[in-house]
């Protein structure tokens, strides 16, 4: 089902003019009412008078993650404070996180775009959702519960973890749609399996995943331990959370919802605007935003866009799955970390060396499990077990607080791990998604 077919399928010339238009209000309110977004666009000498096509775009500054963390918390606030009802946030590099802050109106703009994607993945009124993206900071909870909600289905607003609860509720209830990151859903049907629980039997047979990388092997997997179809959905906390864009029945990639959030491809090393169909850095403009709007933000994501007509009859232009990013972030069971986050905690404790390795896998589980390694001091080594014991717990605890992800960390000799002439290499995903 198409959600809004108004603006989902709308014309291609029609919906430039809109992009346009809203272009245009936005560059003006961020001139006006966001200090610094005047000093990007005085130092370019650029204003909303020099906006007269989509292509103008190029005129006007990036935003990058920096910057977000620069204006911590509140300084790229747009509307007055007393209007914001609601803020996310998600890990940022050095352990500032990113903050987005919502209108009543951007809370709107979030239904409609969730209830778009979940219409995507065949979301209707009929549906009962069981929820288990976490809630709370994390914009993966709330998002999909706004969509469902606007679409008028069921939520059962489980969060993330305690997989013997989803099970029984799975069952119980009568869930016909998953939403969580794909690597718990293949983690629950482990659990499943293992509680002799058969998925096929039970009335679950959609479900919208994202938040992580995944493969169409992973997709393949999901879909047939629960009977299902699996679909991939995209977002990112700057730009509302998930809703930027959505797979639709075809699955041939991602529908972006163009008219809320402004498509670019760039080059990543020059920042030029590639040709249509070339792979590169995700750009994002956000066209009606009020609290926190962002002009041509620099996700880091990998992707190339395809405009050929989809057999679902939106018009809307498509992002091919992603392929990776330009930076070093991990996704870890969900959570977004960043191997400087771990060595800006690892600092602060007295007997560790700056030397450290993070080791990823993903085994029967399917799980993210985390082995960090880190060279103690010598003197530290020579002590007794207790000691080192204690050292190890307290940086498992340090990271637990820092990362908000459980991490098993390894004790190794000074000058064991192995040091590189170049960059140094700080992780090793053994992941096969
Ligand atoms: O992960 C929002 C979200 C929630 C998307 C639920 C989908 C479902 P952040 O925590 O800010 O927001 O992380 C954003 O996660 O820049 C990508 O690198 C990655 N990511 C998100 N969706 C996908 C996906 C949410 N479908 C970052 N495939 C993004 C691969 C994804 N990576």
Not at 273 to 299: A, D, H, I, M, N
Not at 404 to 418: A, D, R, W
């Amino acid at each position: 089902m198409i959600y809004n077919p108004e603006y989902e399928c709308m014309e291609t010339g029609a919906r430039q003019r809109l992009q346009l238009a809203r272009l245009k209000n936005l560059v003006e309110k961020l001139y006006n009412d966001v200090p610094f977004y005047r000093k990007k666009m005085d130092e370019m000498e650029v204003t909303s008078r020099d906006i007269h096509s989509l292509k103008d775009i190029d005129k006007l500054p990036f935003t990058t993650k920096e910057d977000l963390r620069e204006n911590y918390p509140h300084g790229l606030l747009a509307c007055p404070k007393d209007r914001i009802v609601e803020v996310h946030m998600s890990s940022g590099t050095t352990g500032k996180p990113v903050v987005d802050e919502y209108t009543r109106d951007d809370i709107n703009t979030w239904r409609e775009a969730m209830a778009r994607t979940l219409a995507g993945g065949g979301c209707t009124k009929d549906d009962i959702v069981q929820n288990c993206y976490g809630y709370g900071l994390f914009t993966g909870g709330p998002g999909a519960h706004y969509g469902a909600l606007t679409l008028g289905a069921e939520v059962l607003p489980m969060s993330s973890g305690n997989t013997a609860r989803q099970l029984m509720v799975l069952q119980d209830f009568g869930s016909t749609m998953l939403t969580c990151t794909p690597s718990y859903a293949l983690y629950m049907a482990e659990e499943a399996r293992d509680a002799g629980i058969d998925l096929l039997k039970l009335p679950i047979g959609k479900g919208c995943f994202g938040a992580e990388p995944w493969s169409e092997n992973m997709r393949k997997e999901i879909e047939a331990r629960y009977g299902m179809k699996a679909y991939d959905i995209y977002g990112l906390t700057e730009i509302i959370g998930p809703g930027v864009s959505f797979e639709c029945e075809a699955q041939n990639g991602l529908h972006i919802n163009e008219d809320l959030f402004y498509p670019e491809i760039i080059d990543p090393a020059t920042g030029n605007v590639l040709p249509e169909g070339e792979k590169g850095e995700l750009v994002f403009t956000t066209l009606t935003k009020e609290g926190t709007p962002l002009l041509r933000y620099r996700t880091r994501d990998i992707s190339y866009f395809m405009r050929d007509p989809c057999t679902c009859g939106r018009t809307t232009i498509r992002m091919h799955r992603l392929f990776g990013r330009t930076d070093d972030m991990l996704i870890i069971r969900g959570v977004n970390v960043f191997p400087s986050q771990i060595e800006h905690a690892l600092i602060e404790i007295e007997g560790t060396e700056p030397q450290y390795l993070i080791v990823l896998t993903r085994g029967e589980s399917h799980l993210d499990e985390v082995e960090l390694q880190v060279e103690v001091k010598q003197e530290f080594f020579s002590d007794e077990t207790k000691g080192l014991e204690s050292l190890r717990t307290r940086i498992e605890s340090v990271m637990k607080s820092n990362l908000q992800i459980g991490v098993k960390v390894k004790l190794v000799e000074p000058k064991t791990i192995e040091r590189s002439i170049g960059k140094a290499r700080r992780v090793i995903d053994k992941r096969t998604i």
